[in-house]
């Protein structure tokens, strides 16, 4: 099977690291298709990085080549509902993974992301996903999305703000709340002695399940495609 996995930032680095991530993931027989939207912002920081990356990645969607499956690894889960829309595979965010994976985990999970304007966003995604009760909170270690490029810089503040997290909300598993931590889930996970839940991975492995299930995104409700626009000959008369 061909999973499509669009970092929707367009950051060579931060596309690299989910790239590679993904292809580590992924089952002997699954090709992980690496990319990312160009004109698309370098990160993505709140509403309008948003939907300046969602629009530039349904241009990247419909003019790559069919795949099976779709991940798009920005934990906002940026343009996710749009590409189910254009579509046949599943398509899948890595803020939706990763938040279900903890869920089967955990009993409560916490989310730290980089900085306090992503927080409302993800808030927002988790109760939209029926997973508000589950989930005691959304942080921002305060860092940009950028740095975490830097893994060695950004590294010893997102654990000091992991430990925090962890205590403040006594969650008993920790969601990276961003594509560009992917690499560092390992060693996080070795230090702050709970489950370290990273989307990237969890995206790809769940959307290799459900392509191996024959399962494809439901097209007679809301991600229906989209109809032709065809206008009322005569029409443009405004009353
Ligand atoms: O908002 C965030 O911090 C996360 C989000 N931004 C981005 O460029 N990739 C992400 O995963």
Do not use: H, I, R, W
């Given at each position: 099977m061909r999973i499509l996995l669009i970092?929707?930032?367009?950051s060579p680095a931060m596309t690299r690291t989910i790239a590679n991530t993904g292809k580590a993931a992924a089952a002997p027989g699954t090709e992980v298709v690496g990319t990312c939207p160009p004109g698309a912002p370098l990160s993505i920081e709140g509403h309008s990085d948003g939907v300046l990356a969602a629009f530039h990645t349904l241009k990247l969607v419909e003019e790559s080549g069919p795949a099976d499956g779709y991940v798009l690894a920005c934990f906002d889960d940026t343009g996710v509902d749009a590409v189910r829309e254009r579509v046949a595979g599943p398509v899948l965010g890595i803020g939706e993974a990763a938040m279900h994976a903890a869920t089967m985990l955990a009993c409560r999970f916490s989310i730290l992301t980089s900085l306090e304007r992503s927080v409302p966003i993800l808030e927002d995604n988790a109760a939209r996903y029926g997973l508000a009760a589950r989930c005691r909170g959304v942080h921002a270690a305060?860092?940009?999305?950028?740095?975490?490029?830097?893994g060695k810089s950004a590294y010893a503040v997102l654990r000091d703000a992991a430990r925090a997290v962890l205590e403040r909300d006594r969650s008993d598993a920790l969601v990276l709340?961003?594509?560009?931590?992917a690499h560092l889930a390992p060693r996080l996970a070795g230090e702050l002695g709970v489950p370290v839940v990273e989307g990237v991975a969890c995206a790809v492995k769940f959307v290799e399940s459900l392509v191996s299930l024959n399962l494809k995104t439901s097209?007679?409700?809301?991600?229906?495609y989209p109809l032709a626009k065809t206008p009322v000959s005569g029409g443009g008369h405004h009353v």
């Open positions: 970092n929707p930032n367009s305060q860092l940009p999305v950028l740095a975490f490029e830097d709340g961003c594509g560009g931590m097209k007679t409700g809301g991600y229906a």
